[in-house]
């Protein structure tokens, strides 16, 4: 079945970067885009950006222009989400996700930003 | 960027009641590509509805979705005591794809 594996929880300083990892399996790895959303604690959802993982291809969000960057590696299946300059804000749950028919997510990887 | 607006902002039934949530976007979605999700404590979304109207595999009968357009609907049948959770309306049609702010449904 298909299932999205996320890498485990973070805490960072502000200022710092952190890198979630998303592996993928029971599917086709490059025909599916990979979108990542944050969830911050009692809040709805944020939308960050997504990744073809057939060509590498990236599109973010306005709000994380410059400072998020998303990539792959076709050769485990996984995507990352590297997230720099962090922000006692960017405390949240991150998730990997499909969207549409097949619709799938990741469990989850809470990165905390504390001092 | 599409708004999704979700009302109310919480729903308190009974179980064995009828829940109809409403999520309405200030343009319209493209190919009516909407999906719901139901959110429980501590997990990842669920998803129950893609395509406006179309249910997920495993997705109870209970549960369906109508509209198009800008104006969408979720319906649950009768509350089971597993449907009290939050649920989120999602456009994926024209990025950037966002969400609906959520509805809770409680128990009254």
């Known amino acids: 079945q298909v299932q999205l594996v996320q890498s485990g929880a973070e805490v960072k300083k502000p200022g710092a970067s952190v890198k979630v990892s998303c592996k993928a399996s029971?599917?086709?790895?490059?025909?599916?885009?990979m979108h990542w959303v944050r969830q911050a604690p009692g809040q709805g959802f944020e939308w960050m950006g997504i990744?073809?993982?057939?060509?590498?291809?990236?599109s973010y969000a306005q709000n994380f222009q410059g400072r998020v960057t998303m990539t792959r590696d076709t050769s485990t299946s996984t995507v990352y989400m590297e997230l720099s300059s962090l922000r006692f804000e960017d405390t949240a749950v991150y998730y990997c996700?499909?969207?549409?028919?097949?619709?799938?997510w990741g469990q989850g990887t809470l990165v905390t930003v504390s001092s | 960027e599409i708004v999704l607006t979700q009302s109310p902002g919480t729903l308190s039934l009974s179980p064995g009641e009828r829940a109809t949530l409403s999520c309405r976007a200030s343009?319209?979605?493209?190919?009516?590509?909407l999906a719901w999700y139901q959110q429980k404590p501590g997990q990842a979304p669920r998803l129950l509805i893609y395509?406006?109207?179309s249910r997920a595999t495993g997705i109870p009968d209970r549960f369906s979705g109508s509209g198009s357009g800008t104006d969408f609907t979720l319906t649950i049948s009768r509350l089971e005591p597993e449907d009290f959770a939050v649920y989120y309306c999602?456009?994926?049609?024209?990025?950037?794809?966002?969400f609906g702010q959520g509805t809770k449904v409680e128990i009254k």
């Open positions: 996700a499909r969207f549409g028919l097949g619709s799938t």
């Open positions: 029971g599917y086709i790895f490059t025909s599916h885009y």
């Open positions: 990744i073809n993982p057939s060509g590498g291809g990236t």
């Open positions: 343009q319209s979605v493209s190919s009516n590509y």
């Open positions: 395509d406006a109207s």
């Open positions: 999602q456009q994926y049609g024209s990025s950037p794809y966002t």
